[in-house]
C-alpha cells in the first residue's frame, strides 16, 4: 500500500548551457525518502549500510534469525507484524494516521478523512490479524501521541492499571527507517520517565517498479502492484516497467548474468516468496545466467498474483462491524511467547531483570537513586541561591 503523499524523484537533466548540476547526499526522514543525487544527477539507490550507521542501528544477522527459529519454529510470514503476532502470541496496537490529512489540509473534510480511515483499516485487517489480540487507534499528530502509545500504561483496559508494572512492559515497534527520529526521542523520554524503552525493527523500502532510487506513489498506476489489480494487470505492469537487472541481450545475459540488487522482480520476490531456499537458487541462477529476465519476471508475476488475490478475497470479508471490533476498548486475548529464552546485555543492563520479570536491574535502581540524590541537591542548591538573594 502506497504513501498517498508520495512522489517518484525525477532524474535531473543538463540542459545546453546550463550549469553542471552537483551531487547532493541521500535524505531519509518522516517527509522525505530519496537516495542521493549523483553528478550525473540521476538518483541512486538508498544506501542502508549508511543508514545504519547514521541511524545508530544493526543489521538482523543468521545468530538473531537462528533464535526467532529456536521460538517459533518453522514459519513464514507474508507479513512481518503478523507473523510476530501469531510466534509471540502477544498484543498489537496499529496506529492509524489518516487524520493528519484532516489537521494539515484545509481542503479536506472530517468526514472524507474518517472515510480514508475506514478504508485502510479495512486493508490492514485483510493482512489477517488476529481480532482478539488486535486494537486499531487513531492519533492527532503522528510523533506527538505517538511516542505515547509506544508505553503500555497508555492502554490499561489492555494491561491493567497499575504503572508500577504497566510501565516496565516493553513495546516491539516494526517500522520504514523514516520514522527512527520519533522513536528515538521516545527511547530518550522513556529512560527519564524510568518507562522501558520501546525496541524497534526497522525495514527497507520496498523499491518501485522504476528500480532503485525511485518511490511508489499511489498517484502514478504505473510505479506499484496495488492490492486492487487484477491478475493481468499485474502481468503487464512487472513485464512492461518492472527495472530489470538483467544483460540488453539474451547472448549477453547467459554470458555475463544479472544484478539481483537492481533488478525489481528478484527484490520484490525477496518480500514475497516463501521458500528461501528456492529464492537463492533463483538468485544464483539470475546471477550466472542460467536464468533469463522473462523467467525472473514470470516467477514474480506468479508469486504477486497469488498474494494479491488471497488478500482482495480476505479484504471482501471486512465488514464495517469488524472494522468497529478493531477500534473498540476491548480486552485483548493472548497467552505470551511460550519458549521464552533470556539473553543478557551488553554492559549487564537491561530494560528488565535478568529474571525477565519486567522489574528494573539492580545496576538501574542504583543509577535512579544517584539521579535522585543529584536532583534533590541542586534542588537544595537552588533554594539557598534564592533565599540569599531575597535576603539581600
Known sequence: MADSTSEIPIPIRVQENATEPTSTGQKIDPWNVQGEIGADGVAKAINYNTLIEEFGTKKILAEDLERFEKVT?????????????????????????????????????????????????????????????????????????????????????????????????????????????????????????????????????????????????????????????????IKNKINKYAFSGGQDTMEEQREKGGDTEKDVAYQYLTFFLEDDEELEKIGNDYRTGKMLTGELKAKCISELQVYVKGFQERRAQVTDEVVADFFSAKKLEWKGNPNPTVVAK??????????????????????????????????????????????S
Open 73 to 233: 519454529g518453522h514459519t513464514v510470514p507474508f507479513e512481518f507484524t503478523k507473523w510476530l503476532q501469531e510466534v509471540f502470541d502477544v498484543p498489537l496496537v496499529i496506529m492509524m494516521t489518516d487524520d493528519e490529512k484532516f489537521i494539515f489540509s484545509e481542503k479536506r473534510t472530517i468526514e472524507e478523512v474518517m472515510s480514508y480511515t475506514a478504508g485502510n483499516a479495512k486493508d490492514i485487517i485483510a493482512v489477517g490479524f488476529d481480532p482478539k489480540k488486535t486494537s486499531c487507534i487513531g492519533k492527532i499528530h503522528f510523533g506527538a501521541v505517538q511516542g505515547a502509545t509506544s508505553f503500555a500504561n497508555s492502554f490499561p483496559h489492555i494491561f491493567g492499571d497499575d504503572d508500577s508494572k504497566t510501565s516496565q512492559i516493553p513495546a516491539m515497534i516494526p517500522c520504514a527507517i523514516d520514522q527512527d527520529p520519533y522513536f528515538r526521542l521516545t527511547r530518550d523520554v522513556a529512560a527519564r520517565l524510568h518507562y522501558a524503552k520501546p525496541a524497534l525493527i526497522h525495514a527497507r523500502f520496498l523499491d518501485a517498479l522504476q528500480g532503485p532510487g525511485s518511490k511508489m506513489s499511489s498517484s502514478v498506476d504505473t510505479s506499484a502492484i496495488f492490492m486492487y489489480d487484477e491478475p493481468n494487470k
Open 346 to 391: 551488553e554492559g549487564g543492563e537491561a530494560g528488565a531483570s535478568a529474571e525477565g520479570d519486567g522489574k528494573l536491574s539492580k545496576s538501574q535502581l542504583k543509577k535512579i537513586e544517584k539521579e535522585k540524590i543529584f536532583a534533590q541537591r541542586k534542588a537544595e542548591k537552588e533554594a539557598a541561591k534564592t533565599a540569599k538573594a531575597g535576603g
